[in-house]
């Protein structure tokens, strides 16, 4: 059997595991009743309450009022480090106070000016500078935007309909391979290959050849459990591109934050053109794909047969301005590397936690981003996370958060500027104190081991 001794359904088990997740979905109930009161009220205007689907959570989302430092405080008063990071697009933490001075400067200077400005030159400048493989940007509004504006430029600069990507990856609301698929998602024409499968890929590539005209992948699964590529599949991918001509995109909304100059740096792959989102519009929206200046040129308006890209806030005030400060005066160079290292300091504790309760146990990620899992062996695609127990991850969640640590339903823990060391030692306690309280629940799923 692959990955975990058995599943939820046939572990003798599960009720004791079912038990846990009920008593503490009761306890998070009755700790929040201001925030069921929201819940309920929001049933009359957004469908089931919500109009963000990765909110929400059983029996109800906790409610936010407020945000501080590293710290957010729930509708009922309640305070907890964010160690969900808005799902790494909260880089910065909250309130910065150099983010806080150029919102208010942006608004006193006035903004919707339906023109462009000198922010948007000085912020396409500092990005083409701090990531390699972007020689020319354009803005857009979001990673789902880039993503989109960057598949269609592939598909018009090669003549050619096809892309591939992978299983279990994300590139936004409308590009969810989670499962194989959603029935929101843009219909491309996409081939679906395993994460980190260098021949089987290889193979995909070179047989669908000329009919090619991207492959896009994540550098590390994000939603998919913070599964980071190996160094030899993404080197495999520009090779076997280059062979059929077609186009590599890295989607770095997510690992752009990734040390200075984001995964492509680190793994010393150049992409043909890379997507950028979250984080880097300091708290706005954001979004921007860029790569080679001659594929790009496609984008020149001045061009006589240019593609087309509109969009009332592309170049958004606040955007354009926080955004620049954030990434020229916040997240430099060095406060990158070093909270690169900080994360990859912290995984190794907390794997270390992990094998001293349970061969289940590992945490997977990349930098400042990881991510809980209960499988046994390695993990190098969505395909080994298949047997996973599913309610651990809600009981690890509850536990979390009466730890006072709010991370993500899947397990996902983010770290932000504004954390210092004593943040980074409440996240290791608090998952020693769930591995610990629930050693024998989840030793349990392996056999005892």
């Not at 309130?95 to 150029?102: I, K, T, V």
Request: net charge negative; aromatic share 10%; charged share 20%.
């Amino acid at each position: 059997m692959s990955g975990t001794a058995m599943t939820n359904a046939a572990n003798p088990q599960n009720s004791i595991l079912l038990n846990a997740v009920e008593n503490a979905s009761s306890v998070f109930a009755s700790r929040n009743p201001e925030s069921r009161k929201l819940f309920d009220s929001a049933q009359a205007s957004m469908p089931g309450g919500n109009t963000r689907s990765a909110l929400f959570f059983d029996p109800f989302p906790l409610y936010v009022n407020e945000s501080f430092g590293a710290r957010i405080k729930d509708a009922d008063g309640h305070i907890y480090l964010d160690a969900l990071g808005e799902f790494t697009a909260g880089l910065y933490g909250h309130s910065d106070p150099a983010l806080r001075n150029a919102v208010i400067q942006t608004v006193d200077k006035g903004v919707s000016n339906g023109a462009p400005g000198a922010a948007e030159i000085k912020l396409a400048s500092l990005i083409c500078d701090r990531f390699p493989a972007i020689e020319t940007v354009r803005f857009c509004n979001s990673g789902t935007e880039a993503n989109l504006y960057a598949l269609t430029l592939a598909r018009a600069a090669t003549k050619r309909s096809k892309f591939l990507a992978f299983s279990g990856a994300y590139h936004g609301g409308v590009f969810n391979f989670g499962k194989g698929g959603a029935a929101v998602n843009a219909p491309y024409d996409w081939t679906l290959c395993q994460y980190n499968d260098i021949q089987q890929t290889v193979a995909t590539i070179e047989r669908l050849g000329s009919d090619l005209a991207a492959v896009i992948v994540e550098p590390m699964l994000s939603n998919g459990g913070c599964i980071p590529a190996s160094r030899a599949f993404l080197h495999a991918l520009r090779a076997a591109c280059d062979g059929v001509g077609a186009l590599l995109i890295f989607d770095e909304v997510v690992t752009s934050r990734m040390g200075a100059g984001g995964s492509h740096t680190i793994m010393q792959v150049e992409p043909d053109l890379v997507t950028l989102g979250k984080y880097l519009g300091a708290g706005f929206s954001f979004g921007a794909f860029g790569g080679r200046a001659s594929l790009m040129e496609q984008m020149n308006p001045r061009q006589v047969d240019s593609l087309p890209h509109a969009g009332t806030f592309n170049n958004n005030a606040f955007t354009m301005n926080v955004g620049y400060v954030g990434l020229s005066e916040v997240f430099t160079r060095e406060r990158a590397e070093a909270l690169y290292a900080a994360g990859e300091e912290l995984r190794k504790k907390l794997n270390r936690l992990a094998n001293g309760c349970s061969t289940l146990v590992q945490f997977t990620g990349c930098g400042s981003a990881m991510n809980i899992h209960f499988a046994t062996g390695p993990i190098t695609a969505t395909e080994d996370l298949v047997a996973e127990p599913r309610d651990l991850f809600k009981l690890f969640h509850f536990d979390l958060m009466e730890s006072g640590v709010y991370a993500a339903r899947r397990g996902q823990i983010n770290l932000s500027l504004a954390m210092n060391q004593d943040d980074f030692d409440l996240i290791e306690k608090s998952v020693a104190k769930f591995l610990e309280r629930y050693r024998d629940v989840i030793r349990s799923f392996a056999g005892g081991r």
